[in-house]
C-alpha cells in the first residue's frame, strides 16, 4: 500500500535552533514528492517539488532534500513566523493521486 | 494568495441536507482536485477534473458529486450529510494534463453539520 508518514508529529523549536522533518515514504514509480506549509484553517501553500533522488531546493530558511526513500525539510535558524503545519506528499503509485502525509506540527518560540 | 478561490468561507447545516461547495481555480489552469482534511484523517484526495471531464477518483462517497463547468469553475455537491462529514474541504488547481504538476491550494470551505 503506498504511504507517506512524516515525523516527527510535533516539534518545538527556540528561535534559532536549527532542524529537520522526515517525511518518508513508499510510493512505486514515484514521480514527485511535494512539500507544503499550512497554518491553522487555512489551505496548504506550495513550497517545493522534487522530481528525483539527489535533488535540493531552497527557499529562505528552508531546504528540501529528496532520496530514494525519503525527504528532509531543513529550517534554519527558525523564527517564530516559520510555525505551521508543514505537510508532504508524493504523487505516484497504484492510485495516481496525490497522498499526503498527516503532517509535522512546528512551533518556534522567541 | 494562491489564486484559487473557493466559497463560502464556512457552512453551518443539518444532518439529511444538501450543500454545495464552488471553486475557481487559477486563471489557465485545466485541472481542479478536491480534498476532504478532517483532523483524524489528515488530506484525502476526493476527485478531479481535467477540462471538463473526471479524470481521477479518490475516496469520494457515493453521496458526493463534482462537476467542472465550461469557465472551469467546479462545484462539489454533498448530500444526505452526516456529522462525520463535517470538515474542511479544500479545492486546488494545477495547470494541464501531467498529474505531477504542483497543485495550488484554496483557503477551503469549513463544513459544520449538526
Known amino acids: 500500500e503506498d504511504q507517506v508518514t512524516q515525523s516527527p508529529e510535533a516539534l518545538r523549536l527556540q528561535e534559532g535552533e536549527s532542524s529537520s522533518l522526515n517525511c518518508s515514504y513508499t510510493v512505486s514509480g514515484l514521480r514527485g514528492l511535494f512539500w507544503y506549509r499550512q497554518d491553522p484553517g487555512k489551505g496548504p501553500e506550495f513550497l517545493f517539488t522534487l522530481y528525483s533522488a539527489g535533488e535540493e531546493k531552497e527557499k529562505e530558511r528552508l531546504k528540501a532534500t529528496l532520496t530514494k526513500k525519503e525527504s528532509f525539510l531543513h529550517i534554519t535558524a527558525p523564527k517564530p513566523e516559520d510555525s505551521a503545519t508543514y505537510l508532504c506528499a508524493c504523487y505516484g503509485g497504484s492510485q495516481g493521486n496525490l497522498i499526503f502525509g498527516k503532517g509535522t506540527k512546528l512551533s518556534v518560540k522567541p | ?114
Do not use: M
Not at chain 2, 450543500?19 to 488530506?43: I, K
Open chain 2, 1 to 114: 494568495d494562491s489564486g484559487v478561490t473557493q466559497t463560502p468561507k464556512h457552512l453551518i447545516t443539518a444532518t439529511g441536507q444538501r450543500v454545495t461547495l464552488r471553486c475557481s481555480p487559477r486563471s489557465g489552469d485545466l485541472s481542479v482536485y478536491w480534498y476532504q482534511q478532517s483532523l483524524d484523517q489528515g488530506l484525502q484526495f476526493l476527485i478531479q477534473y481535467y477540462n471538463g471531464e473526471e479524470r481521477a477518483k479518490g475516496n469520494i462517497l457515493e453521496r458526493f458529486s463534482a462537476q467542472q463547468f465550461p469557465d472551469l469553475h467546479s462545484e462539489l455537491n454533498l448530500s444526505s450529510l452526516e456529522l462525520g462529514d463535517s470538515a474542511l474541504y479544500f479545492c486546488a488547481s494545477s495547470g494541464g494534463l501531467a498529474d505531477w504538476e504542483t497543485q495550488y491550494f484554496g483557503p477551503g470551505t469549513r463544513l459544520l453539520v449538526l
